[in-house]
């Protein structure tokens, strides 16, 4: 009647839809959701500067570095490592069709006649890495340093405490180490055992600061993409070790899937790893040496 109060009657209809928008707005805002579509896509996109992020290898969580999306057009038409001979690759040839459009390769023989061949060891390492104290206390950004499976390899070294029945195999877990040679002294000694492979041409940079893998028989580097400013040749001066490739997973339905290759001695292998992903495996009864480089 007239003076008496109003009711406002609100459907359970309309209260259910309200409660399911606002369920459904929850969920689809939710970071879960964005975890969800990384997983799907195979990779974690930073929204923000519009670029890839990949994860430290220590730890696997956070940021290691954000990368910018590959173009698949460097790996839409591999389906295999190429491989040729040493002496039927010319600096033109190479040039054209590997040095830098990402197509990986393997030359043959290529380090054969170089004097790391004979000399380069655990041992030639140590000696030089303990013949002045103040080599191994040089750090900072230039001297990476990766200890990848092996725990107990704290820095550069703890690698040289390891004992001779360690290093020939006779006792212990497999081993496997890399680090930049940021030590002006290795590095110039280096130098005089190796030089720039012969398809490279003449009028590029030379070859600076050096890598060195070295590692047992068993597992070498994980499945990672490199953040380095170059693509890289590797050559294999002892032992024999297998490399697995694929394509960055923003190229998965548009590249072939895995590839693999065996380096022997005297093979060197060119790879940009700033776009395969990749990993190693020291097969083989040997102890692996490598030395890698960057070229322009």
Known sequence: G????????????????????????????????????????????????????????????????????????VCRDVDRIEEVDVDNLSVEQFEERYAYTSRPLVVRNASINWPAMEVLDYHWFKNIYLSDPEILEKEGDECWFNRYKTPEFRNLRSVFRLSDSRVSMQSGRPWYVGW?????????????????????????????????????????????????????????????????????????????????TTLYPGDIIVVNTNVWFHSTKVTGSELSVVITNEYD
């Not at 009657?9 to 805002?29: E, H, K, N, P």
């Open 2 to 73: 007239e003076g008496g109060s109003t009711v406002r009657v609100v459907r359970v209809s309309a209260v259910g839809w309200l409660c399911l928008g606002l369920a459904v707005g929850t969920i689809c805002g939710g970071p879960w959701l964005r975890d969800l579509v990384d997983l799907i896509y195979g990779y974690r996109w930073n929204h923000t500067d519009r670029c890839i992020m990949e994860t430290p290898e220590d730890t696997g969580y956070g940021v290691d570095f954000c990368r910018t999306p590959v173009d698949c057009g």
């Open 180 to 260: 930049a040679v940021c030590h002006e002294k290795v590095a110039e000694e280096l130098h005089k055992l190796y030089q720039r492979p012969t398809f490279i041409n003449p009028e590029s940079t030379p070859p600076k600061k050096p890598w060195i893998f070295i590692g047992t028989p068993g597992p070498g580097a994980h499945f990672h993409v490199d953040n380095v400013d170059l693509p890289s040749w590797q050559a294999q001066l002892a032992g024999v070790k297998t490399w697995y490739l694929r394509p960055p997973p923003e190229c998965y339905w548009s590249c072939p899937g895995n590839l693999q």
